[in-house]
Nanobody, 123 residues
Framework: QVQLVESGGGLAQAGDSLRLSCVAS????????MGWFRQAPGKEREFVAA????????DYADSVQGRFTISRDNAKKSVALQMNSLKVEDTAIYYC????????????????WGQGTLVTVSS
């Protein structure tokens, strides 16, 4: 069983930056794609970003392209999401995810999900 624990959420103002981190533990290896999803109040969970096993390929939702950067450290079994130029509409609970492939992970097919970390952006 895989456990994912996120950290780094909090309160920010529009234009600020935040960095989310997620560490995997349990019966896992680095042989997975990892990613981030988010769920805003009253909305469905949506894809934010994903990264391949090697870290050589990344994928982003159009809404965060150019503002968010996903990265991973396989030695630490971790993935990070650097969020710059935050907007009020980025307010959501952010979930770390782990999947077999980046493509399927992007569609929400995950092996494991974290509990989520809240990001609140005020104007």
């Amino acid at each position: 069983q895989v456990q994912l624990v996120e950290s780094g959420g909090g309160l920010a103002q529009a234009g600020d930056s935040l960095r989310l981190s997620c560490v995997a533990s349990g019966r896992t290896s680095s042989s997975y794609a990892m990613g981030w999803f988010r769920q805003a109040p009253g909305k469905e969970r949506e894809f934010v970003a994903a990264i391949t096993l090697s870290g050589g390929s990344t994928d982003y939702a159009d809404s965060v392209q150019g503002r968010f950067t996903i990265s991973r450290d396989n030695a630490k079994k971790s993935v990070a999401l650097q969020m710059n130029s935050l907007k009020v509409e980025d307010t959501a609970i952010y979930y770390c995810s782990l999947g077999l492939f980046m493509g399927t992970l992007r569609r929400g097919t995950a092996v494991a999900w974290g509990q989520g970390t809240l990001v609140t952006v005020s104007s």
